[in-house]
């Protein structure tokens, strides 16, 4: 008798945190006013550790081709209270800059993505839950999957 309870209590509990795990948008509030929230779906993967995700945050600006550009800022991690789900927010484009080389006066400027400068902002790559970023109305949320080639072995010396 207590074995069949126990797998009923079981089965009971897989199917709540089913349902919970289908709607885990819940967990993720609305952005505030001024903000926009971004969510990325990941597909599964076979092997999900041996993948990353880059969130690359920027804004389209008309700038010339000549110089390299990055603004300011810096993406923080929060985890959701009572979920223990991460959500990433960058709550301010900072100032951009970039290099000062001497452009013919003449060259026309062209639509380009300028991101936040800084190493890669990389996160693990989990498919059961979405990649959710909270960032200004302004600016745009890229990503790009990274994954892992085969391990290689260093000949001794």
Do not use: C, H
Request: hydrophobic content about 40%.
């Amino acid at each position: 008798m207590k074995k069949k309870s126990l797998f009923i209590g079981i089965l009971v509990l897989a199917g709540a945190l089913s349902l919970r795990a289908g709607d885990n948008m819940k967990a993720f509030p609305p952005a505030k006013a001024g903000m926009v929230r971004y969510v990325l779906y990941l597909p599964k993967q076979d092997d999900e550790s041996a993948f990353k995700v880059e969130l690359i945050v920027g804004k389209t600006v008309r700038l010339d081709k000549g110089n390299r550009y990055f603004f300011a800022g810096e993406i923080k991690k929060e985890i959701i209270q009572g979920w223990g789900f991460p959500r990433y927010i960058l709550g301010k484009l900072g100032p951009m800059a970039g290099t000062r080389m001497a452009i013919e006066p003449n060259t026309p400027k062209v639509e380009r993505f300028v991101a936040l400068g800084r190493e890669p902002y990389l996160i693990r790559y989990n498919s059961r839950l979405p990649v959710v970023v909270y960032v200004p109305e302004d600016v745009e949320v890229r990503y790009r999957i990274w994954s892992a080639g085969d391990t290689l072995t260093i000949k001794k010396d």
